[in-house]
């Protein structure tokens, strides 16, 4: 499993709470290259960054908080819970990263070596959240050992090439809630606590 305080560490500074400057475009595009880079660098691996994709991922994404954030101020964690599962599907569905350079130290059977597109999307979104979580409520985040399982992999990307909200239900999973795979995108439709 990757190592999240490493990826947290190499988030670009910030004067701002985390929570804010994840919704400013050049902070955001920042940390998606200094967090594609790193993880290259961990998994062996080069990436391109496609900055058009990037940026219409980050403008779609930025839409459905706003149209889904919640009125009652007693779901504000919960729906801090739920925008990266957001951010995720934004980012499979325009997949601004391509890789250039074979992997040389990857491990045989693993996410990063099956999608390592996808395993940077994810890993990106994990750490933007677990920081917030960190600076906002103090909290922890808790990654559901499901996250190493290739076949949880090969299920996430059939079916995110199928629909992308399938992104958002993956995300939700690997934080160990149970998403309503109906409507995975949907904040007032949203998952159940396991």
Partial sequence: ?????????????????????????????????AHAALCGELIGH???IDELKLARAFVR?????????PANKTERREFFEFAPSLML???????????????????QGSAPEFWPEGYVATTFCLTVFAATMDQEFHAKVEIDQMVDDLRSWWSFRENANEDTSYAA???????????N???PGNFSARYRRT
Avoid: Y
């Avoid at 999240?4 to 998606?32: V, Y």
């Avoid at 599907?89 to 491990?107: D, G, H, N, Y």
């Fill in 169 to 179: 239900g993956f995300f939700q999973k690997v934080l160990g809630n149970e998403p």
């Fill in 89 to 107: 599907r934004e980012l499979i569905a325009e997949m601004p990263l391509r890789t250039t350079k074979s992997p040389q130290q990857v491990v």
């Fill in 46 to 48: 080069r990436f391109q």
């Fill in 181 to 183: 795979w109906s409507m």
């Fill in 1 to 33: 499993m990757f190592d999240l305080c490493q990826l947290i560490s190499h988030l670009p500074p910030t004067n701002k709470p985390l929570r804010i400057a994840a919704r400013q475009l050049h902070w955001f595009r920042t940390a998606f290259e």
């Fill in 61 to 69: 994404w930025l839409k459905n908080i706003e149209q889904q954030r």
